[in-house]
């Protein structure tokens, strides 16, 4: 999803879909691009030229926006100061790093922003049903503080929650690097 804590949180959200053992590729080698589902189809622009795609709202430079609009409205001076004390400065791991301090607008902005999280998931959830969710990259480093309120935003936006089995919701251990070992790995395949 972004790289570690200390780099730039990229604009970027990739999926993988392995059904028995084998990457699904699509009929024409775009399957995995979730990052471009539209959310919000009058949300923020996308690089790719569209708004309102899901990677804008939940990738790690999502997680930056949403601060820097709680910022521009006079909330979230922790996270402010921690980045140089301007608002075009925050960072997601700013952010991440104010929450797990325990402040109340960062623990605010990461309940918003697991809310687009779990928008995205199960939405993936109601089309494909999968066993497994793996969020890697620099937001594998907050996973202390985004899985419960990922997990609870999850049921509230699944299609019939207490009629199946949730797929399990994992961190990658690998955080930043995670994509690149993946894609090593891929070659064994």
Known sequence: MCHAAGAAYDIVIRGGLIVDGAI???????????GHMIVDPNGPMCPCGRRGCWERYASGSGLAWLAREAAIEGRAANIVERAG??????????????????????????????????????????ALDPALFVIGGGLATAADVLREPIVRRFSEHLYAPALRPHPQLRFAEHHHLAGAVGAALLAEL
């Open 24 to 34: 699904v590729r699509g009929a024409n080698g775009f399957a995995g691009e979730v």
């Open 85 to 126: 004390g301007h608002p075009d400065g925050i960072r997601g791991e700013h952010v991440q790093l104010a929450a797990v301090d325990g402040d109340t607008d960062a623990l605010a902005i990461i309940d918003t922003f697991a809310d687009w999280v779990a928008i995205g998931l199960s939405s993936l959830t109601n």
